[in-house]
């Protein structure tokens, strides 16, 4: 039987078929970094604040909250537990 391609044929389909392999990959790999790039994320993008942040305020806010916790797990202790103290 009489060959139909000529053998370099061989080489150029698995050429073309690994660069095809790695033009995909890169491709993906591009959008990826574009994806998570600083613009697209807009990383320094600065947005009015409705409120202002201040840690003082959340550190308060956190406080209270915890001592509403604290409240109430005292309260539903059976009397052999002792109840919580923080100092």
Request: charged letters at 15%; proline letters at 8%.
């Amino acid at each position: 039987m009489t060959q139909i391609f000529h053998p370099s044929m061989n080489t150029f389909s698995k050429v073309t078929i690994f660069g095809g392999l790695f033009i995909l990959v890169g491709l993906a790999f591009a959008c990826d970094q574009i994806a998570r790039s600083p613009y697209v994320t807009e990383v320094d993008v600065v947005r009015e604040q409705p409120v202002p942040f201040t840690t003082s305020t959340t550190s308060a806010a956190w406080a209270s909250i915890a001592a509403i916790v604290i409240r109430r797990s005292n309260s539903r202790r059976s009397p052999a537990c002792p109840p919580l103290k923080f100092a």
